[in-house]
């Protein structure tokens, strides 16, 4: 298995105990963030979504919900939120074949 800490594009793809604020949402991936970014329009995406639609787009990051071009000195890590979703309550990524185990994100491999 992968550990948290490989690349991987996209969000955290696990099941979890309540439903996933949109605060924690990638609105890209639609995925529990990984390593989030916070725009200068107060949004927040995946760091690997990001960099994946800048190479799409010639070099340039456009804000999936409002479409402000942003300059990467215009975006920075957001370790708070990075926690945050760190700490949220999943499922064992083998519940459907009966494990009972539930944990912080931050303690199982995805």
Known sequence: MESL??????GFDVHFLQELSDD????????????????KC?????????????????????CPLDNTNLKPEQT?????IERAVLQLKVKCNNFLKSCQWTGELKRIDV
């Open 5 to 10: 800490d490989a690349e991987k594009f996209g």
């Open 24 to 39: 924690h949402e990638c609105p890209i991936c639609k995925l529990a963030l990984r390593k989030p970014i916070l725009t």
């Open 42 to 62: 107060g949004h927040r995406l995946c760091l690997s979504c990001s960099e994946e639609m800048r190479k799409r787009k010639n070099g340039v990051l456009v």
């Open 76 to 80: 920075f890590r957001d370790k708070a």
